[in-house]
């Protein structure tokens, strides 16, 4: 019988850090690294497995934000920082910390988990499925030249990274509102982040752009890679870090921007969502391709009820769908989903879907007819088509911070 999971007090947060980091292969956490990630473990609810003589076996944290869904958000939880020590593998640690978790973060009042897996073989088990995917942007830019009016006019402003560090919390949250899947950042997500990069020496320019009002509404951080000829000509790859804008004009602009920078023969932006406007913006659609497209966020309904009704949904007859999650038996039951919200009903269920599934569809990243093909979900087709005229979102989900 696996130990039931326990919530660490602070002081035993290094230790904690030191299990998930032998997991991950990282070794011993120095005082530098520690510097870095205790204000993460405090800021964070980390559950661990005790064994017998007190040692932690496993662990796992989780951390609270605003998740933005299709017109409306939600209280959330990231989870990360989930190992479990290598000789205490495949003996139910990982089953009783993500059950004590889900738990924990339901009667905290989280609506919904999301992660980032190592490995998407793990999580769908308890309930987490994939609802929002992304991918590397590798613009050339000898080619690249945005269509005649496609990017509005912006002042732009560079900011030192200490300055920027002040002024992008302060504007990030509000900015993604409108995009499902994004998740409100940490104070520390702020701090780590900017921290590894002046660790690794590596130069960081931030760019911003403003408003009519001079207010900042975007910003493009980005470093440069030297590729110099043999000739000795100075040339340079540019990799955007982060791109964030109020609205996809703003983010063109932002392109526009960074495809500006001189010396500069490529700009490489990991992590882009799957609608980035940029090449259908490109007089040469091929000067920008989309590549290493993976699963970005795994989310896990914690609350189903709250969640459907915390959505907007399309224009569609409503559709009758009978969830199953064996997790949390609370969450299953029928729901009645149409344009003026969500319910639970007594009528016949049109759609049957497990709760990962649901998690799958909730942000609009995937069809139901998809899934349907795929035998995971199970619909007549008419039902199958009102499900994902209701479901379908004005933007691709996109979460873009990586924890
Ligand atoms: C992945 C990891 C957390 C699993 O922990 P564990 O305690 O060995 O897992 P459990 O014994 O509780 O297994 C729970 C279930 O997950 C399955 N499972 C465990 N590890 C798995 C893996 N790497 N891939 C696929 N399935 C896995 C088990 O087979 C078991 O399945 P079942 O419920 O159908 O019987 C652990 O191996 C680890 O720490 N790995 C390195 C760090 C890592 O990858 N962490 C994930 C962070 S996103």
Redesign the pocket.
């Known amino acids: 019988m696996p130990a039931v999971p326990v919530v660490l007090s602070a002081e035993r947060h290094r230790e904690a850090a030191e299990v998930f980091g032998g997991?991950?292969l990282v070794g011993p956490v120095t005082d530098r690294m520690w510097s870095r990630s205790a204000a993460t473990y405090k800021g964070s609810t980390v559950h661990a497995v005790l064994e017998d003589d007190d040692s932690i076996g496993?662990v796992a944290r989780a951390f609270d934000v605003t998740l933005a869904v299709p017109g409306g958000c939600v209280p959330a939880a990231g989870v990360s920082s989930?190992?479990?020590r290598a000789d205490?593998?495949?003996?139910?640690?990982?089953?009783?910390l993500m059950t004590a978790q889900l738990e924990h973060l339901r009667a905290a009042g989280a609506v919904a988990a999301t992660?980032?897996?190592?490995?998407a073989?793990?999580y769908e088990?308890f309930g987490y499925g994939v609802a929002s995917s992304y991918g590397t942007l590798t613009v050339d830019r000898a080619r690249a030249r945005l269509r005649a009016g496609a990017a509005p006019e912006r002042a732009l402003r560079l900011v030192n990274p200490t300055a920027a560090l002040q002024l992008l919390p302060q504007v990030h949250d509000r900015l993604v509102r409108s995009r499902p899947g994004a998740i409100s950042r940490p104070t520390w997500w702020w701090t780590n982040q900017v921290a590894r990069m002046l660790d690794k020496d590596e130069p960081l320019w931030v760019l911003c752009t403003e408003d009519g009002d001079g207010e900042v509404d975007g910003w493009v951080v980005y470093t440069a890679t030297h590729t110099d000829t043999a000739s000795g000509e100075h040339r340079a790859q540019v990799s955007v870090i982060d791109l964030v804008g109020a609205t996809p004009e703003v983010e063109l602009a932002l392109w526009q921007a960074a495809m500006a920078i001189d010396l500069a023969e490529t700009v490489v932006a990991q992590g882009r969502p799957l609608d980035d406007g940029l090449p259908l913006a490109l007089v040469d659609p091929r000067a920008a391709r989309l590549s290493a497209v993976e699963d970005e966020t795994w989310l896990r309904l914690l609350d189903v009820p709250t969640a459907l009704s915390a959505r907007t949904y399309g224009s569609a007859d409503a559709v009758v769908l009978g969830v199953d999650d064996q997790l949390v038996p609370g969450n299953s039951g029928r729901y009645r989903v149409g344009p003026d919200g969500a319910e639970r009903t007594e009528a016949a269920v049109e759609v049957e879907i497990g709760v990962s599934e649901l998690a799958s569809v909730y942000l609009g990243g995937t069809r139901f007819a998809a899934l349907a093909t795929a035998g995971r979900v199970r619909g007549d087709a008419p039902a199958l088509r009102r499900a994902d005229l209701l479901f379908a979102a004005d933007r691709a989900p996109w979460s873009g911070t990586y924890f």
């Open positions: 997991a991950y496993a989930v190992g479990v205490r593998r495949r003996r139910g640690h990982l089953r009783s992660l980032r897996a190592t490995e073989t793990i088990r």
